[in-house]
T-cell receptor
Framework: DTAVSQTPKYLVTQMGNDKSIKCEQNLGHDTMYWYKQDSKKFLKIMFSYNNKELIINETVPNRFSPKSPDKAHLNLHINSLELGDSAVYFCASTATSLNGELFFGEGSRLTVL | QKEVEQDPGPLSVPEGAIVSLNCTYS??????FMWYRQYSRKGPELLMYTYSSGNKEDGRFTAQVDKSSKYISLFIRDSQPSDSATYLCAMSKAAGNKLTFGGGTRVLVKP
């Protein structure tokens, strides 16, 4: 019973393709995030949703489109993949009562060839 | 220059030694400070959480915050091989606000 689960864990694809990553949390949290971790380990926030509403949208190319069908799910769709999109994408969740403590999934490692 | 700076390491220590990690930051608005541990091929997990300046101890881990110097530290006493991981500092301006992460320090504890 993983708390924050992401699928797929590994994704290898060609430039120009479109791909999606899914995330689900069973912690009852109301806020979910997508982070990108590059090869130098920097974690950068991409998006945040609170109760299905987009609240943070960092400077991310519009090829990236998040979608939250309900507060337990947050998906990330990427169009026209580029080499620079290769990274590990982490989903995370939190609740208002937790003062910002994030619970991370295990990551989805995307490789664009 | 990044908002939060952290030496990437690797920091190699013998088992039983004290591990000393630190981060510097530039934005004086940061109030909440955290340390996350990330094992290889895993997601980060929260280790320590502190508010404003001061010390906090939890078992073998001690977190220190010096807001006047914009400097935070994490100490690991009696280090174990299982402490080998990347340690990321993170901070936010208010409770529940987005976190800004450092780039992480890789720690290797050798038996």
């Amino acid at each position: 019973d993983t708390a924050v689960s992401q699928t797929p864990k590994y994704l290898v694809t060609q430039m120009g393709n479109d791909k999606s990553i899914k995330c689900e949390q069973n912690l009852g949290h109301d806020t979910m995030y997508w982070y990108k971790q590059d090869s130098k380990k920097f974690l950068k926030i991409m998006f945040s949703y609170n109760n299905k509403e987009l609240i943070i949208n960092e400077t991310v190319p519009n090829r990236f489109s998040p979608k939250s069908p309900d507060k337990a799910h947050l998906n990330l769709h990427i169009n026209s993949l580029e080499l620079g999109d290769s990274a590990v994408y982490f989903c995370a969740s939190t609740a208002t009562s937790l003062n910002g403590e994030l619970f991370f999934g295990e990551g989805s490692r995307l490789t664009v060839l | 220059q990044k908002e939060v700076e952290q030496d990437p390491g690797p920091l190699s220590v013998p088992e039983g030694a004290i591990v000393s990690l630190n981060c510097t930051y530039s934005n004086s608005a940061f109030q909440y400070f955290m340390w996350y541990r990330q094992y290889s091929r895993k997601g980060p997990e929260l280790l320590m959480y502190t508010y404003s300046s001061g010390n906090k101890e939890d078992g073998r881990f001690t977190a220190q915050v010096d807001k006047s110097s914009k400097y935070i530290s994490l100490f690991i006493r009696d280090s174990q091989p299982s402490d080998s991981a990347t340690y990321l500092c993170a901070m936010s301006k208010a409770a529940g606000n987005k976190l800004t992460f450092g780039g992480g320090t890789r720690v290797l504890v050798k038996p």
